[in-house]
């Protein structure tokens, strides 16, 4: 049973590797993505943001209503980064994990804002043709469970 299970276990690293060009996914290389990503959103770079993207994502803002191809999400930030105006994001932790084959990664972030404070941004990330690509981002108010009810209060209009 042992020589099955390491049997099975060197195969799966085997076709890992395989399907990832030989080398396991790197966190390092995610981090610089994600990272670029962020620092072409503030310094409201369109072209190496977008670009940064898979052609079939979406991001999901932190309003009910913000769920953005990336069409959409690029028509609505183009007039703001055409007049040189970003939105800066800091991460401050990030964790990363990979799937068996090495061609996705999923992350949860820590991120830092002047305007909304602590915010949590989570994503997937697609390798594909030698490169990492975001595919999916989801960003979201930090909201302490002591302040929820107060919060939960103001958006059903019940409180606040």
């Known amino acids: 049973m042992k020589r099955a299970l390491s049997a099975g276990a060197i195969l799966g690293l085997s076709l890992a590797l395989a399907c990832s060009g030989g080398q396991p996914p790197d966190v390092a290389d995610v981090d610089r993505v994600?990272?670029?990503?962020?620092?072409?959103?503030?310094?409201?770079?369109?072209?190496?943001?977008?670009?940064?993207?898979?052609?079939?994502?979406?991001?999901?803002?932190?309003?009910?209503?913000?769920?953005?191809?990336?069409?959409?999400?690029?028509?609505?930030?183009?007039?703001h980064f055409s007049q040189g105006r970003g939105w800066t994001y800091v991460p401050s932790e990030r964790h990363v994990m990979f799937s068996a084959d090495g061609r996705l990664a999923w992350f949860d972030e820590r991120l830092e804002s002047e305007k909304y404070g602590v915010l949590r941004g989570t994503g997937v990330l697609r390798h594909a043709g030698g490169e990492w690509r975001l595919a999916h981002y989801s960003m979201t108010f930090a909201v302490p469970n002591a302040a929820a009810p107060d919060v939960v209060a103001r958006i059903r209009g019940d409180g606040g």
């Open 34 to 79: 994600i990272d670029a990503w962020h620092t072409a959103a503030s310094v409201a770079d369109e072209e190496r943001y977008f670009g940064l993207m898979t052609s079939d994502a979406v991001f999901l803002g932190t309003d009910p209503g913000e769920r953005w191809t990336v069409e959409e999400f690029r028509a609505y930030a183009q007039p």
